[in-house]
Nanobody, 121 residues
């Protein structure tokens, strides 16, 4: 049974920082890239960042490049997203998931509950 549990969201002022965590289990996610995605109200879920299975390669959406950092600790079965210089447009529910391929960034089908990030101006 796949389990993805995101945490660390909250309310922060513009320019602030948050660190999201995602505990994963139930699939050999350690053998897959992992990604963060987000969904703002009324919008489609979008890709934010991904990290290779080895942790040596990372990818970011243009909108977060230079501000967000993805990392993983497979010993703890956890992936992180450090978010700095937050903007109101970063407001969304954030989800993590395994990524089938770094060429397509297509996530697996099962999702966790996500964690709400709200950035006030």
């Amino acid at each position: 049974q796949v389990q993805l549990v995101e945490s660390g969201g909250g309310l922060v002022q513009a320019g602030g920082s948050l660190r999201l965590s995602c505990a994963f289990s139930g699939r050999t996610f350690t053998n897959y890239p992992m990604g963060w995605f987000r969904q703002a109200p009324g919008k489609e879920r979008e890709f934010v960042a991904a990290i290779s299975w080895s942790g040596s390669v990372t990818y970011y959406a243009d909108s977060v490049k230079g501000r967000f950092t993805i990392s993983r600790d497979d010993a703890k079965h956890t992936v992180y997203l450090q978010m700095n210089s937050l903007k109101p447009e970063d407001t969304a529910v954030y989800f993590c998931n395994g990524v089938k391929s770094l060429l397509t960034m297509v996530p697996f089908d099962s999702w966790g509950q996500g964690t709400q990030v709200t950035v006030s101006s």
